[in-house]
C-alpha cells in the first residue's frame, strides 16, 4: 500500500508540476496580449487622428480654393471697373481737365452699367463692390462741383474750391485701393471672411 501511496504522491507532482509550469507559461502571454491590445489601440487612435488631420486639410483646402474662385469671379466681373477707375486715378496725378474727367466718367458710367448685379456674391459686392462704386461717386461729385465752377463767372478752380476737388479725389482714389487689396485677399472670400 505504501507503494501505491508513493506512486500517488510521485504521480501528483508530476501533474502539478506540469501545471505549474504551464500556468507560468499563460502568464507571459496574457500580458502580451495585453501589451498588443494596447498596442493596437493606440495605433488605431493614431489612425484616427491622422484621419481627421486629413480631413480637417482637406476642408481648409477646399475653403481655400472656393475662397480663390469668389475672389476670381469677382475679378472678372468688377476688373473691368477698377481699372477705368484706377486710370481716372493715375491721370488725375499727372493733370486732367474737366472735359477729359467728364469723359472718362462717362467710360467708366458704361463700364458700370454692364456689371452684372445679380451674379455678384455678397462678399464681392462688400469688399469691392460698394469701395468702387463709392470712387465712381467721388469723381461724380467731384465733376459736379467743377461744372458748377465753370459755369459761375465768380469762381475759379484755385485754391479753396482747388482743394475741396482733391479732397473728393483723394477719398475716391482711397476707395479704389480699398478695392484693389480686397481682391488680392482671397480670406475676405471665404464663408468665415466677414
Known sequence: MRK????????????????????????????????????????????????????????????????????????GHLGGLLEALRQIDGRLDVGLTNADLTSRLGDVAVTYNDIPFKKLSVKCVQWVGVPLENAYSEYSKSVTKWDACIDDYYCSVEGAKLAELQGHWSTASKQIDQAKRALSQPKKFTNSGI
Not at 30 to 55: H, P
Open 4 to 75: 501505491f501511496v508513493i506512486a500517488l504522491v510521485v504521480a501528483s507532482s508530476w501533474s502539478l508540476g506540469g501545471c505549474g509550469s504551464s500556468g507560468g507559461e499563460d502568464r507571459p502571454n496574457a500580458k502580451a496580449e495585453a501589451s498588443a491590445s494596447a498596442d493596437a489601440e493606440a495605433s488605431k487612435s493614431a489612425e484616427a487622428e491622422a484621419e481627421l488631420e486629413a480631413e480637417k486639410e482637406a476642408e481648409k483646402q477646399a475653403a481655400r480654393a472656393a475662397a480663390q474662385d469668389a475672389l476670381d469671379d469677382c475679378e
